[in-house]
């Protein structure tokens, strides 16, 4: 018997190229944005002397956050994420889209 390849159809969506493009650029942008953003948070909370696991548990708490992509660490190496947004910064850049917060995530 042959199954579906994909089980939930609601991730089954269609667009254009260049709209699936931009998707992909974007999704890796936030899941960049908010690794980078934990890690604020561990530096800000190792100088207050809070243990980091605790404000993490509370904002993860939030299903408009959640627990995905807030754990502290080395940064998002790897190869998706800084190519994925340094793409999208260059895609604006050329637009003379000036008011990017991009560039705020080139560390």
Known sequence: ?????????????????????LTKYAANAMLATKISFMNEIANLAERLEVDVEDVRRGI????????????????????????????????????GYTRSCLALLKR
């Open 1 to 21: 018997m042959l199954r579906p390849y994909n089980r939930n159809h609601e991730k089954l969506m269609f667009m254009s190229v260049r709209a699936a493009e």
């Open 60 to 95: 993860g708490s939030d299903p408009r956050i959640g627990y995905h992509f807030i754990y502290p660490g080395c940064g998002y190496g790897g190869s998706c994420f800084p190519k994925d947004v340094q793409a999208l910064e260059r895609a604006a850049r050329q637009l």
